[in-house]
């Protein structure tokens, strides 16, 4: 676990605020339909994302947090404590959101890789592989790539996920050898989110490179048929 300092008077009043105003939000007939569509076992409050954007942008409006050790802190406070998976969405809306991306850097890893294997499902790791570690890859390649290597062989099947896909945003600034290495490492992975992972990232770089995905696959023929079938999508 990430440690955390103990909680400001402004982190404290943030996490009330953010509590009571899902409470507020809160549809108890949409809740049973959502936690079986993520097939979660935390249970939902029955915010719908639109109107759970909307109380994100008055909460970060009204209750600002001064510095990195605060922000952080209240993240992780909200994720770990957790009743409710809109809470988690939340903690991963503040982690994400533009007044503090002058704190994105590296020391966060520790905190996003808690996310996502504490996490462990496709909601919640998907957004933090491609929103939250990939553009620290993109800024600081030296002590990211490192990492995202390491994480791609991990028994943690989550980490994997996320070397693989942590670069779908990256277009030309992609790091070729960095995705080919994650992706040989787990071609013979049978799990689905790892199949569909490499198929979606070979996908959305064929936007940018689509003859180097087109020589990638056929220079690969043990990717698996889902791999494969994603990644030719649209050549």
């Known amino acids: ?3 955390t300092r103990p909680l400001t008077t402004a982190s404290t009043a943030f996490l009330a ?3 009571a105003g899902l409470t507020e939000l809160a549809d108890p007939r949409k809740a049973p339909d959502m936690q079986r569509y993520m097939k979660s076992e935390m249970p939902f409050r029955g915010v719908a994302s639109p109107e759970r954007r909307v109380l994100c942008r008055r909460l970060f409006a009204e209750h600002p947090l001064s510095d990195v050790d605060s922000w952080r802190a209240t993240v992780l406070s909200l994720w770990r404590d957790a009743e409710y998976r809109e809470e988690r ?9 533009r007044r503090y991306a002058r704190w994105q850097s590296p020391d966060l890893l520790p905190m996003y890789e808690e996310l996502i294997v504490t996490g462990a499902w496709w909601d919640f790791v998907d957004e933090i592989a491609s929103r939250r570690v990939g553009p620290l890859l993109r800024a600081h390649r030296d002590m990211v790539t490192p990492v995202m290597r390491r994480w791609a062989t991990d028994p943690d099947l989550w980490r994997r996920r996320t070397s693989v896909i942590c670069q779908l945003g990256s277009k030309e600034d992609t790091d070729t050898d960095l995705l080919t290495y994650c992706i040989e490492v787990n ?6 989110f790892i199949r569909k992972g490499i198929g979606w990232a070979l996908r959305q770089f064929a936007r940018t490179e689509p003859a180097w995905v087109r020589a990638f696959v056929d220079a690969h023929p043990t990717l698996s048929p889902l791999s494969r079938k994603e990644a030719t999508k649209h050549l």
């Open 17 to 19: 605020a953010a509590r």
């Open 89 to 97: 969405y939340v903690a991963m809306d503040l982690s994400g959101d």
């Open 1 to 3: 676990m990430t440690d």
């Open 187 to 192: 071609v013979g992975d049978r799990d689905f």
